[in-house]
């Protein structure tokens, strides 16, 4: 970045310094504020596929946004690029930027958060982790799914069902959990989860439910017993980002579900409005100096029944001043600069003699000798 660097303030991305800022479930309205800020302070933003667009909005409009998202089946072309990424977030830090990877969920439960710092810690680049609301808690509330009940399920367990060298999980070591299970990335081998829940003394009957893009406004929830939780997913055509949730929670779903009851929840609401209408040009104001015009914008010039003072007020006298009355409308304040003068564009009267204020001419000299008598008289 060329030029000085501005102050961003104390709490503000740092240069040389790379971010892993959780991203949330989905919603975007689920960053935390330590997220969000160094969102928007950031020089440069690496962000997964899963990250809503919403978030993106927050970044600086000078800020370097990138898309390093890895999907598929292929674990040797996902490795690689993980590979690349840690490469780069090597390289950006060392040309002295400040770096935000922002990753779905939490960085650290199944997001390689902890291989890409340990890239980082190897190559001696300062890092900061921030934690992010993970998608089976997030996901399971929006759903109305309390993973945990005293009278149900006294203990959770998170299962990835997607693993590095593609082997499939050993179900055996859940044989003894009573609680609930919580498989992530695993609709894609829905067959395999069921089929090894199943041989893990699970009952067919146990409630069972699939999550898909949790807290989203397309968020689909799947119930079923687990014996048919996998002729309902595929009936249904559900899409990945999905969570499985398997337990007796999920029983208490149509008690808690609060996101996908809303009435308009699911709905596109069209909202048509007619083109707006041009405003009519305004008349201009043909003075010398409009803004001491005593005329409104929206008229042509023309004179008030009096002049008016600062501010729009009538003019009233000042102590040892006098307000003359002028022939045809109109005043004048002697001595008095607050007074607006009337519009050039209406005819100027005859100007007031300066003197005794009496007008000019023999009738104005009687008029200030009876005056000066009367007021001598008192």
Known sequence: MGGAQRYLGPGAARAGWVYLVGAGPGDPDLITVRGAELLGTADVVLHDELVHPALLERCRADAVVRHVGKRGHDGAAKQAKQSEIDAELVRVAGEGRSVVRLKGGDPFLFGRGSEEVEALAAAAVPFEIVPGVTSPLAASAYAGISLTHRDLASSVTFVSGTTRARAPFDWRELAAVRGTICVLMGLRRLDEVVAGLLGGARDERTPAAVIASGTRATQRVIEAPLGALLAAARAAAVESPALVVVGDVVSLRQRLRWFDARPLFGKRVL???????????????????PSRCCCRPSRPCRPGPRARGAGGARARPLPGRRLHQRRGGGAALRGHRGVRRRCPRVRRRAPVRRGSGHGGGARGARRARGHRGSRAAR
């Open 271 to 289: 909202v048509t409005r007619a083109p707006p209408r041009p405003r009519p040009p305004r008349a201009r104001c043909a003075c010398a100096a």
